[in-house]
């Protein structure tokens, strides 16, 4: 069993910029896949980034806007959101599986509790 925290949320006028943080505990293993994602009220949960042994994933909407990045000491996986949009207003979940990301939530055994994220215009 592998526990994620996340932490970094808040509330910020579009343009603005958020770092989500993931904190794994010990029995997280930082050569596995850790991934964001992220769901609005009244959709499912998209995967937005992701990082598995140095490569990071992209959704389009988020490209050249968020950066994942980790810090393998810390087991701490980051997201830097900048220009943010009214769009990006959801919950963020870290989640992380075994080996290589997968595309699909329901791939992900381990989930943290989210961190609210919303964006005003």
């Known amino acids: 069993q592998v526990q994620l925290e996340e932490s970094g949320g808040g509330s910020v006028q579009a343009g603005g910029s958020l770092r989500l943080s993931c904190v794994a505990d010990?029995?997280?293993?930082?050569?596995?896949?850790i991934a964001w994602f992220r769901q609005a009220p009244g959709k499912g949960r998209e995967r937005v980034a992701s990082?598995?042994?140095?490569?990071?994933y992209y959704a389009e909407p988020v490209k050249g806007r968020f950066t994942i990045s980790q810090d393998d000491a810390k087991k701490t996986v980051y997201l830097q959101m900048a220009s943010l949009k009214p769009e990006d207003t959801a919950v963020y979940y870290c989640?992380?599986?075994?080996?290589?990301?997968?595309?699909?939530?329901?791939?992900?055994?381990?989930w943290g509790r989210g961190t609210q994220v919303t964006v005003s215009s």
């Open positions: 989640a992380t599986r075994f080996d290589n990301c997968a595309f699909e939530a329901q791939d992900y055994p381990f």
């Open positions: 990082i598995y042994i140095g490569e990071a």
């Open positions: 010990e029995y997280a293993n930082p050569r596995d896949c």
